[in-house]
């Protein structure tokens, strides 16, 4: 019965081991779903800054072209000034240039001002670049690291399932199939270290005497609380 019971042990660890993957396994899609979302994220937020510069660019050049034609309209006005005749008419013209002249220097200062948020954009921009372009590579690294330890779980998963063949071939049928039973009524769990005179299932005591006869591993005894089988491990270090 010891060594019956010490394969029970080993297939309960498989067990506990072959659920922790199956959990794994439904859990590294959403993390790297998550992270790939994270990635588009960043991304289109840094796409949007530059949206931001572009468009600041695209009034700076409009800008410019009103600044050019202001300067034509004041270059043809001031060659009209040959032309005047009278004193009212050179009047006339004078108050034209000055108000075209108003006009393209705030144009020119509108430029200026134009020029001087793309910059602080531009730097702005080139520092977020290299944070996300730095972030993105952390993601990166992450998302290879969880497909790696995918890979592994896949590895895992196959060499605990031929093991635990092995196993449920070598154990009695009998034991088995109440293992089983227990295992599904029990989270899982149909086996159980005991410690200190206590069940590492529910956590319960069990009688000092019963005690003594768990620690041989002689025969199937069942906790008196939580009915799953006790095994007695060693006072060593739990694993
Ligand atoms: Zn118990």
Known sequence: MKDQLELL???????LDLRHIKEERERYPREIKKLDERMSIEKERLQAEKGKVDLLEKERREKERQLSSSQEKIK???G?????????????LLTEIETIKGASSREEEEILQVLEEIDELKKDLSKR?????????????EKKSTQERMAQDEILWKERMERREVLS????????KLYH???EKRQGVGVVNVKKETCQGCFVHIPPQMFIEVQKNNEIIRCPNCNRILYFKGEGKAK
């Open 9 to 15: 042990w080993e297939l309960q660890k498989i067990d």
């Open 76 to 78: 043809k006005a001031e």
């Open 80 to 92: 009209r000034m040959s032309e005047v005749k009278t004193n009212k008419e050179y009047q006339a």
């Open 129 to 141: 670049e290299k944070e996300v372009a730095a972030l993105l590579e952390k993601i990166e690294a």
């Open 169 to 176: 071939k070598q154990i009695e049928s009998k034991l088995y």
């Open 181 to 183: 039973t227990l295992k």
